[in-house]
């Protein structure tokens, strides 16, 4: 079994690698997008020959992609992101004062998930009805099967939260998972054991089921996370919410591309993050059940 | 096939028959404006009222039915065919080959859906015509959705490469590419099968997704995501009960896949 130290290092390798790599794919296709390396200021009348040669100029050293690429990562290494072609505002500022309200929009909104899911999940186990099974599976299959976008357009026509919008967008996955881990874990040999010697509901959930669940739970809450982010694109966007799924969603609107690679390098950096956390936390609970 | 399963499957097919026949059922095409009736609820004229522009709602109901309904199990084709070339082949090829798709599949994978969708959309030319926007939509959905599928595939193939029969088979000195075609592909087929059913849902949904953040299918052609798009400026439900039409349409036929899918997830576990 790998030690907790060169598992963890192992992850921030793979973090690191896997965000070097994802930068320069969305820096290539960037470079590679229709209507790149167009600058509508060369259409000024004002603008003399030297002017527009001096424009194309600048532009030049993006031609080469590793050499674009490698002078993002040393620009971005010194904390400098580049500047929104859309907002005209450098990208770093943009991302640091929209942060706040996309993290706490996230938290809220995976807590609500998770707490909606846990104690639905859990109940329906413990009180084994099915018809209460039922009911819930068809809540969280009707949730399901509407569109994310909607969900967050009926939030505000009803004037409810966004982090609520994002809880119900999360919740159906989150619970589908749990309640099929728990049904699986219901039919393993010692939990039959268990309720053949007549030990109690409440006893059997909280002593043999949840304990077995809880390391793929957590895997599934490391996932959770990528989902929520997803779901903050529409609903952010919809609700009016100036956060940064709003951000990505007008700089795809404004094909404002510099910007979407910030955007892309910063949110598969949160969702390994949340993956890789879950994995280790993962680790370090099977490693104390022995 | 249980009774909800065949209820799904006489509901698919009264939707997409109705879509098909939607040159005959609609009483206009989707673009036909009524200028003196912009707005308009629900009449004989118009069964589900009629659009902001005065197009009738129920005639655009129809035709987008037929595109979202048509042009996602092409997407989801697509999306299954690169799963089966890279996963299959990587999972069969394995060692460095294996590892390659599968570090492509994490980066994949490593973003949000709705995100990767919107950044690659956002790669295109956004002002295009209707007829590209529903090609570019459903193309980038196939082309983008192959990776789950690649990953379930690439384990498939995996498992498959060390069996008993390919072994034997290899022994016997039989050439490689016959050997994927012949022994490998074949009993990959259920699995393809599962996971391009599987796509189909995830893809309406995500057009829909789409559609209502304007980055989907343009006007005036109807599809599912630019139909919701109205919901955006709906002030109250009693109102305009109508507008929702769509919503049910869509709930209802994702929940009618959702229904026929629950054999096929487990295929594909």
Redesign the interface.
Same mark, same amino acid.
Do not use: K, Y
């Given at each position: 079994m790998q030690s907790l130290p060169s598992k963890i290092t192992g992850h921030a390798l793979a973090l690191l690698a896997?965000v070097l790599?994802?930068g320069f794919?969305?820096a290539t296709?960037?470079r590679?997008?229709?209507?790149f390396d167009t600058d509508e200021r060369e259409l000024d009348p004002h603008l003399n020959a030297q002017s527009v040669q001096a424009l194309r100029n600048a532009r030049s050293q993006d031609h080469n992609i590793f050499r674009f690429y490698f002078s993002y990562m040393k620009r971005a290494a010194n904390g400098d992101l580049g500047t929104s072609l859309a907002l005209g505002q450098p990208a770093r500022t943009l991302l640091r004062d929209r942060a706040p309200l996309t993290l706490r929009l996230l938290a809220i909104g995976l807590a609500l998930a998770w707490a909606l899911t846990l104690t639905l999940a859990l109940s329906a186990a413990w009180l084994r009805l099915s018809i209460y099974d039922t009911l819930t599976t068809i809540v969280s299959?009707?949730l399901?099967?509407?569109? #994310? $976008?909607?969900l967050a357009? @009926?939030s505000v /026509?009803w004037n409810v939260p966004g982090s609520l919008a994002i809880a119900l967008i999360v919740f159906p996955r989150t619970y589908r998972y749990t309640r099929n881990l728990l049904v699986k874990a219901y039919l393993r040999p010692h939990i039959i054991t268990a309720r053949a010697k007549g030990l109690g509901e409440a006893r059997i959930l909280f002593w043999h089921v949840v304990p077995v669940v809880t390391p793929q739970l957590l895997a599934v809450a490391g996932v959770s996370v990528?989902?929520a982010?997803?779901?903050a694109?529409?609903v952010e966007?919809?609700c009016g919410l100036a956060g940064i799924g709003q951000l990505?969603?007008q #700089? $795809?609107?404004a094909?404002? @591309?510099p910007l /979407?690679v910030n955007?892309?390098v910063l949110?598969?950096l949160v969702?390994?993050l949340a993956?890789s956390g879950a994995d280790v936390i993962g680790y370090v609970v099977r490693s104390q059940e022995g | 096939m249980n009774l909800w399963q065949k209820l799904a499957c006489v509901v698919l097919t009264l939707v997409l028959g109705a879509s098909i026949a939607a040159n005959w059922l609609a009483p206009a095409g989707y673009a036909k404006q009524y200028r003196e009736a912009t707005d308009a609820p629900p009449s004989r004229a118009h069964w589900l009222g009629t659009d902001e522009l005065g197009r009738d709602r129920f005639a655009r109901v129809l035709y987008g039915t037929r595109i979202s309904l048509l042009l996602a199990p092409a997407a989801a084709l697509l999306s299954t065919l690169m799963a089966a070339l890279i996963g299959g082949l990587a999972g069969y090829l394995g060692g460095v080959w294996a590892r390659m798709a599968m570090a492509v599949t994490d980066l994949f994978l490593s973003l949000p859906w709705l995100f990767l969708l919107i950044t690659a959309r956002a790669l295109m030319p956004l002002n295009v015509s209707p007829l590209v926007s529903v090609l570019v939509t459903f193309m980038l959905l196939g082309l983008l959705g192959w990776t789950t599928a690649a990953r379930v595939l690439c384990t498939t193939a995996g498992s498959l490469r060390g069996s008993d029969f390919v072994r034997q088979a290899r022994a016997a000195g039989l050439p490689g590419q016959r050997l994927f075609w012949v022994h490998v592909v074949p009993n990959l087929k259920p699995v393809l099968y599962a996971q391009f059913w599987i796509s189909i849902p995830v893809f309406i949904l995500s057009e829909a997704n789409l559609g209502i953040l304007g980055l989907g299918v343009t006007e005036p052609m109807p599809s599912w995501g630019s139909l919701l798009k109205e919901l955006e400026g709906l002030v109250s439900i009693r109102e305009e009960p109508w507008k929702f039409v769509p919503l049910i349409l869509l709930v209802v036929v994702v929940t009618s896949f959702q229904l026929l899918l629950s054999k096929q997830e487990e295929v594909a576990a």
């Open positions: 896997t790599l994802g794919l969305s296709l960037m590679l997008a229709p209507g299959g009707t399901l099967c509407i569109p #994310a $976008a909607v357009l @009926l /026509l990528s989902m982010v997803g779901a694109i529409p966007a919809l990505a969603w #700089a $795809a609107l094909r404002d @591309l /979407l955007i892309t949110v598969t969702t390994l993956n | -």
